[in-house]
T-cell receptor, first 110, second 113 residues
Framework: LAKTTQPISMDSYEGQEVNITCSHN???????ITWYQQFPSQGPRFIIQ???TKVTNEVASLFIPADRKSSTLSLPRVSLSDTAVYYC???????????FGGGTRLMVKP | GAVVSQHPSRVICKSGTSVKIECRSL??????MFWYRQFPKQSLMLMAT?????????EQGVEKDKFLINHASLTLSTLTVTSAHPEDSSFYIC?????????FGSGTQLSVL
């Protein structure tokens, strides 16, 4: 079972780049890594997904080293509205992304 | 991204009553539906996994007779909390699976008085 580990919380200021790292030491060869954002009283929202190296979309970048035992979500120039909990997920042995870790609670300050 | 509709968004009920939560995937078909529960300040906890047309698989500690899941079609799944009690008060979230991605409903806040 690919368990994920993330920092419990992080603080940042508006305009800064935020990097959140997740470790997934037991990730399987074919598994993707997916990051989600959750605001209070809302369902998680898909941010980005990757398999290796670097993936970039309009809101974030995802860096995955060659050994794939960790990944880093990079949020460029955060704003107050980026205050949320961020989760990284990897599939379990059956290929389903079932287990949420504790997530990282990001607080963006003015 | 995929559109998931979950209703109701909030429900308050008396202890002993049953509550049905509906989850629809509006622009895609979901062969697998996950149901999660989330208590305040905690992470999402998987309750059950259902595949269209078959019985749901429940996680350890989740009572199948209390949390009835119906996944009758590829676009609709329902979770019924039967004989709800105050300890069932929580945020319930559905998640239909398509390909390698999970998408989530907006959640249902259940408050049992």
């Amino acid at each position: 079972l690919a368990k994920t580990t993330q920092p419990i919380s992080m603080d940042s200021y508006e305009g800064q780049e935020v990097n959140i790292t997740c470790s997934h030491n037991n990730i399987a060869t074919n598994d993707y890594i997916t990051w989600y954002q959750q605001f209070p009283s809302q369902g998680p929202r898909f941010i980005i997904q990757g398999y290796k190296t670097k993936v970039t979309n309009e809101v974030a970048s995802l860096f995955i080293p060659a050994d794939r035992k960790s990944s880093t979500l990079s949020l460029p120039r955060v704003s107050l509205s980026d205050t949320a909990v961020y989760y990284c997920l990897t599939p379990n042995g059956a290929g389903n992304m079932l287990t949420f870790g504790g997530g990282t609670r990001l607080m963006v300050k003015p | 991204g995929a559109v998931v509709s979950q209703h109701p968004s909030r429900v308050i009920c008396k202890s002993g009553t049953s509550v049905k939560i509906e989850c629809r995937s509006l622009d895609f078909q979901a062969t697998t539906m996950f149901w999660y529960r989330q208590f305040p300040k905690q992470s999402l906890m998987l309750m059950a996994t259902s595949n269209e047309g078959s019985k749901a698989t429940y996680e350890q500690g989740v009572e199948k007779d209390k949390f009835l899941i119906n996944h009758a079609s590829l676009t609709l799944s329902t979770l019924t909390v039967t004989s709800a009690h105050p300890e069932d008060s929580s945020f319930y979230i559905c998640s239909p699976k398509t390909g390698e991605k999970l998408f989530f409903g907006s959640g249902t806040q259940l408050s049992v008085l």
